[in-house]
Each structure stands twice: as structure tokens, then as C-alpha cells.
């Protein structure tokens, strides 16, 4: 079962694929400016520090005098000389009442023949600070600058997608049955300006293959049933003639019911493809459960099976009325053909859904045949095959969803108008 993707509008993704773009980049070029700035500060500090220890030890060989500013400086005599030492403390400091970080560079020196011990610190807070102002004046400045360029990357978006979605929008207009042409809006890109041109060539050939096929199709169900209304006016001629024995009325009334068989086959073709292509572009609000009502009482003069119709609710649809006449028709003649035993039929409208119920012995083999063109369940139905397709192709114009179900004995057919 294949996933639905979700979708959304063209410049919603680019613009969500820049920002998401724009935030890695100054997240990572923040942290990157960090890191990089707090390198050179230790830097920094570590070369200062290596310069006030050597003016230090100048000026102690030069016979000045010690000069000494806990916890900056400390210079002390000691025994023995050691490795240099370069490390981070945390130093009390009185002035501030709170233990400060400091860097701190501890040297070993024979100078004028006594070991001393140079120690130099530096504040480290300084340079952090120094440090935050830096990343956070270059995440102001970056903020500034994307928020400009993704309004100015927006704009400019809609504005060279502006022909695309008119011409978008023309296209969903577009209709077979109309005679106005399509109108697309030029663009100065080649490729949208090749599209247009595809486009106006597809609709053009679209329109003109429809309007061919339409009219085959009219001129064939025209020319079929003037040959056919023929035939069946010559066949009644001969069946009331004098001089037909048993087997040759048979035959004759088999050809008869063909012959009609053939007509309606002919009429509810051309009834699909109309409907496949539109053409019952009248809609009105209207209640089905009147609609089936009439029907039900025209079937009722000609059909020896009883049918209940209860109305729960009445089911108000919006669709044409011919259509409504046919949906209800087709699915009435449907369950009278198909009907066994001696239950009724059960028709019921109540909360935006028709019910038709027919008694039948056995569920459908093939349920999810049941609305195809020309499908019968057995050779033994005089069926043209299409009054189900019919339905379906009314409910799939409109919207509307149709079920099938057995159960005890009844197959179900529910239509859901909402």
C-alpha cells in the first residue's frame, strides 16, 4: 500500500528549504567563529603572557626591582629549577569577592646566579566576554541579513513563479465542452515559455479529438437506432401475421428482445460517455428521497415485486436531475431483475444515505467487479451490463460513495451523499 505524501504549496517548500539551509549554515558558522576567535584569544593572552614574563626577568637582570601584583605577577626565589608550567586557575579575587578564572604561566629562571619563579596571570572572563560579543554581533548581523534575504528570496519567488501558477490556475479551468480558448500568460523563462506552448498544443488537440469523438459517438447511437427501430417494426409485422408456427414466434420474439437489448445497450453508452466527459453541467438542490419515491411508483405499475420504501430522513443532494432520475432508476431496476424469493425489496434514506436491499441466495462471487462495464454474474441475466456501471460513474462524478454488502439473505447497496 503505497503511502499519500502530503503536499505543499512550491514557494512554502523553497522557502522552508531555505530557512532550514540558512539556520544549519549560522549555527555551524557560529560555533566554527567561536571556537576559532577562542583560539586566537588563548593565543593572544598565552603570547602576552610569554612577553610580560621576559620583561620580568630583563628587569630582574638588570638589577630593578622585583616587581610583584598578586595574583597578576609573583616572582618568587626558589630552590630548584623546573619545567615551564601553562595551565587555567581559579584564583580568589578580594576586589570582586568571587573566585576568578585565570591563565597562568609559571617559569624557572637562573638570573644573576639565583633561581627565581616568574608567574604571570591573565583574566580569562575578559576574553570571554570579549568572545561572546564577537559571536553574538555576528549572529545579530546574520539574523538581520537572512531575515532580508529570505523576504527578498520570497518576493522574488512569487514573482518568477507568478505565470506559472495563472497559467496553473487556467488550466484548472480548463473544459472539453467549452469553446473559449485557453488564455496563458507569457513568461520570459524558456522553460515556462516552452510549456505554454506544449500546453496550447495538448488542449487544442484534446478539445479537437473530444469534439471528433462526440461526434461519432452521437452519429453511431443516431444511425444504430434508426435501423434498429426498423428491424422491430418489421419483426412485430411478421409475429402478427398468420402464418408463423410456435418455433418461429420464439425465435422471432428472442430476436425482438435482442434487438431492444441492443438499443439499450447503444443509449446507456452514450449515457456514460457523457457523463465520463462532463456534459450534465445542471445542478440543483433536490431531494433524493422524492426522486426515488416517484420512481419506486412507476416500477410498481409494471413489476410484480413489492417494494418498501421508508423515509427515516429526507436526503437533500445537490447534482442534475436527469442524473438523480437515472441513479435512482438504475438501482431499482437493479434489485427487481436480481430479486429471489418472496421477501420485498427495502428502500431506506436516513442521514445523507439511500439503501436499496434485494433478496438474493448467495453473495456476489466477484464483488469488486460489480460496477465494471458489461459484468454479469451469470450468462442467465438479460442484463445489458451497465446500469451499475452507470451508478458508480454518476457517484464518482459527484462525489459520493456506493458499497455492497449480503447479509441475511439481502444484498445491501448503500450510497453515502455526504
Not at 109 to 127: K, P
Not at 272 to 298: A, G, P, V
Not at 339 to 348: A, E, F, M, Q
Request: hydrophobic share 40%.
Amino acid at each position: 500500500m503505497n503511502k499519500k505524501i502530503k503536499k505543499i504549496p512550491l514557494i512554502q517548500k523553497t522557502s522552508k528549504t531555505f530557512i532550514w539551509i540558512s539556520l544549519v549554515l549560522m549555527l555551524g558558522s557560529s560555533v566554527m567563529l567561536y571556537y576559532y576567535l577562542r583560539v586566537i584569544l588563548r593565543t593572544e593572552v598565552e603570547e602576552e603572557l610569554h612577553s610580560t614574563e621576559s620583561r620580568l626577568e630583563k628587569s630582574i637582570e638588570e638589577g630593578g626591582e622585583v616587581y610583584q601584583l598578586p595574583p597578576i605577577v609573583e616572582v618568587k626565589k626558589v630552590t630548584d629549577l623546573n619545567k615551564e608550567i601553562l595551565k587555567d586557575t581559579l584564583i580568589y579575587d578580594p576586589s570582586q569577592d568571587e573566585l576568578e578564572e585565570f591563565r597562568e604561566l609559571s617559569t624557572f629562571s637562573m638570573i644573576n646566579g639565583e633561581n627565581y619563579r616568574i608567574t604571570v596571570r591573565a583574566l580569562v572572563v575578559e576574553s570571554e566576554n570579549i568572545l561572546l560579543a564577537v559571536v553574538l554581533s555576528y549572529l545579530v548581523i546574520i539574523l538581520v541579513v537572512f531575515v532580508f534575504l529570505f523576504y527578498l528570496n520570497k518576493s522574488r519567488n512569487q514573482k518568477v513563479w507568478h505565470p506559472f501558477f495563472r497559467n496553473l490556475d487556467q488550466m484548472k479551468s480548463f473544459s472539453l465542452t467549452s469553446e473559449k480558448p485557453i488564455v496563458l500568460m507569457e513568461s520570459d523563462i524558456l522553460e515556462f515559455s516552452e510549456m505554454n506552448n506544449e500546453i496550447t498544443t495538448l488542449t487544442n488537440k484534446v478539445r479537437t479529438d473530444y469534439k471528433n469523438l462526440k461526434q461519432y459517438t452521437e452519429d453511431v447511437s443516431h444511425e444504430m437506432q434508426t435501423p434498429l427501430a426498423i428491424i422491430q417494426a418489421k419483426i412485430e409485422n411478421v409475429i402478427n401475421g398468420e402464418m408463423l408456427d410456435n418455433d418461429q414466434f420464439v425465435q422471432l420474439t428472442s430476436i425482438q428482445k435482442d434487438i431492444q437489448r441492443l438499443s439499450q445497450i447503444t443509449k446507456r453508452l452514450t449515457l456514460l460517455t457523457k457523463i465520463e466527459n462532463n456534459q450534465f453541467l445542471n445542478r440543483e438542490r433536490l431531494d433524493i428521497s422524492s426522486k426515488m419515491s416517484e420512481t419506486i411508483h412507476d416500477f410498481s405499475e409494471i413489476s410484480t415485486i413489492n417494494i418498501d420504501f421508508e423515509i427515516r430522513e429526507n436526503v437533500w443532494v445537490t447534482m442534475d436531475p436527469y442524473l438523480a432520475q437515472v441513479l435512482c432508476s438504475n438501482l431499482i431496476s437493479n434489485a427487481i431483475k436480481y430479486s429471489s424469493g418472496r421477501k420485498n425489496i427495502l428502500v431506506t434514506t436516513q442521514q445523507g444515505q439511500l439503501t436499496i436491499a434485494n433478496p438474493g441466495e448467495s453473495s456476489i462471487q466477484r464483488p469488486e467487479m460489480l460496477f465494471s462495464r458489461f459484468y454479469r454474474e451469470s450468462d442467465g441475466a438479460k442484463s445489458t451490463g451497465l446500469g451499475l456501471a452507470i451508478v458508480k460513474r454518476i457517484c464518482d462524478l459527484y462525489g459520493f460513495s456506493i458499497a455492497y454488502y449480503f447479509e441475511r439473505g439481502m444484498h445491501y447497496f448503500t450510497i453515502s451523499f455526504s
